[in-house]
């Protein structure tokens, strides 16, 4: 069974940039569908972002189209999050998910389908 772990998190200041990744151990990313999610304090986990394990496919919030950019490196087994002109709002733990899949270009953005988790990473932009 795959074990996802993120890293990368940090405190940045608004409009200012952050890389976060996924290392899955114990598995391969490949055969994965993948997603990212955040949950901030008293607020329900959303959506962020969704690659397919082609890579051909992704998918955004809307509130992050254009800022964030989901990519995966299957080779390094790793999944990334470039987050880009970062606004307060943007503070919450942030959590990598994976959905085995014999599809190449699936993809979700309902975080009941997804069955791997990370522990998450906390991202903090500060005003």
């Known amino acids: 069974q795959v074990q996802l772990v993120e890293s990368g998190g940090g405190l940045v200041q608004a409009g200012g940039s952050l890389r976060i990744s996924c290392v899955a151990s114990?598995?391969?990313?490949?055969?994965?569908?993948m997603g990212w999610f955040r949950q901030a304090p008293g607020k329900e986990r959303e959506f962020v972002a969704a690659?397919?394990?082609?890579?051909?496919?992704?998918d955004y919030a809307d509130s992050v189209k254009g800022r964030f950019t989901i990519s995966r490196d299957n080779a390094k087994n790793t999944v990334y999050l470039q987050m880009n002109s970062l606004k307060t709002e943007n503070t919450a733990v942030y959590y990598c998910?994976?959905?085995?899949?014999?599809?190449?270009?699936?993809?979700?953005?309902?975080?009941?389908?997804?069955?791997?988790w990370g522990q998450g990473t906390q991202v903090t932009v500060s005003s």
């Open positions: 998910a994976g959905i085995y899949t014999t599809r190449s270009y699936y993809i979700s953005k309902n975080h009941h389908e997804y069955v791997h």
């Open positions: 114990r598995g391969t990313l490949s055969i994965y569908a």
């Open positions: 690659i397919s394990r082609s890579g051909g496919s992704t």
